[in-house]
């Protein structure tokens, strides 16, 4: 099992959470930072404000860790960088005069949030990295997500994202290997496991002959018995049709990103009837493939759908409705086939699989409560 975790999302939930305990610790007082007096205009943690995020974080991490022990084999920390989104969808709306909306809206930070962002990147990520093996990857143009989108193509081995973002749910796989993604509680009442909605068939169709054995198969099984475990414990299993997923976004948009629908009168019963339609005039197993080789016979077929469902006879509104379709499957759609080239090259160039080093389990589990 390999181990892929949202690297901004790890931090936002943990720093929102040290924050909580450091405004009820009188030793911090009513600021967690203080203004460095080497360095006019900068800021630094105050002591006590490191000290509760480090073993905050670690500890937090030993939890995301600890329902696989040792069978994890690679363990990704991956992070944002200024996204290529942004540049197409400016591209965009000067091509075609639609789509002119703030990619991700308008999301508000704590100023001075980077300060924990900044000790833990540093001053914990690099011993994380040194003694553990932990990969740390961020590649210049690129979000997390197309980097976790990367590996799932590329890394033919059992996966777990954790993350809090949804949207991984379209990488979701049951058949040959498995990828699952783990989500926090945040604001819900419990935490969350995403898998296919075949995922429980697939499992009990490969069960392991312990006398003649493939290696999968008992990875597998080791996934199963973790999902188990641990919907026993506090987690909600949640099962998901990826191919769903992505297609009722590249039609309905994303409003958690800002993200507008391919025409403002797809309401979500004619988003429901659009995709039925989808269903009885092709085979769904295919639908994610032409989704991502942008299909210009399933474009078609999807326009013609959309514009009979909202009976639309304009050709310069059906032209638009296209354009919307288009722009929402490259920003929505998790697949390299989707990126830019140069960025799918930039990432391929920094993230190195074939020889990638190993997570070390037993030693972290020994020391990390100790760093």
Known sequence: ???????????????????????NDKRVGDKYYVSDLLSEDTFILKQASKDAFRSFSLNYLGSIFAPFKENISSVFFVFDSKSWRKKFIKDHFQEHGEGDFNYKGQRKYDDKIYLFFDYFQTEILPTLSDEYGILVNRVQGAEGDDLIAYICENL??????????????????????KV?????????????????NDFSEVCQSQEVDLFNFEAEAIDNSTVSNVIDDLVRKDYQHLRIDPTLDILT????????????????????????????????????????????????????????????TL?????????????????????????????????????????????RRRFNYFKFKKNYKNY
């Open 180 to 196: 699952i993604l783990i989500m926090p509680k945040m604001m819900t009442k419990y935490k969350k496991i995403y898998t296919t």
């Open 156 to 177: 033919k081995e059992d996966i777990c994202i954790w993350s809090v973002d949804k949207d991984l749910t379209q990488l979701l796989e049951s058949s040959s290997r």
């Open 1 to 23: 099992m390999n181990i892929i975790v949202d690297g901004n999302a790890f931090l936002n939930v943990v720093t929102s959470i040290v924050k909580n305990i450091l405004a």
């Open 249 to 308: 976004k590249v039609i309905a948009g994303d409003s958690s990103d800002n993200i507008p629908r391919a025409h403002p009168k797809l309401t979500a019963s004619k988003v429901v009837k659009v995709i039925d339609q989808i269903k009885e005039s092709v085979m769904w197993a295919d639908i994610k493939s032409r989704i991502d080789r942008n299909d210009p016979e399933f474009a078609n077929l999807l326009n013609e759908v959309i514009c009979e």
């Open 311 to 355: 009976k639309i006879k304009d050709p310069g509104e059906s032209l638009t409705i296209r354009n919307n379709i288009s722009r929402n499957r490259t920003i929505i759609r998790l697949s390299t086939a989707c990126f830019p080239a140069e960025v799918t090259e930039t990432i391929s160039n920094s993230i190195k699989l074939e020889n």
